[in-house]
């Protein structure tokens, strides 16, 4: 199992279009995925509800997980993917 941290970017954290906008990435990835906040137990990332769920804000900071083949190279657009400010793309 890989894991990698991120910190997010987005002004209100993930909840809706954020959220929207990461779990479309998680399932094009074709790699299951875990999210989790600090002391928090990890959650499906490719369900929009259970991420919302999470109440997480801007400055959070997450957990992914994942693994089999390409789980290291998913993670790490993911990270990149949650600590940019989702909020202000197009």
Known sequence: ???RQATIASSVGLHARPANIFIKAVAATGV???????GGAPV????????MTQGIKNGDVVTLAAEGEGAEAALDSLVELLETDLDELP
């Not at 299951?32 to 600090?38: D, F, G, L, M, R």
């Not at 499906?44 to 991420?51: I, T, Y």
């Open 1 to 3: 199992m890989f894991t």
């Open 32 to 38: 299951p995925v875990t999210i989790a906040k600090v």
């Open 44 to 51: 499906d990332a490719r369900s929009l509800l259970l991420v």
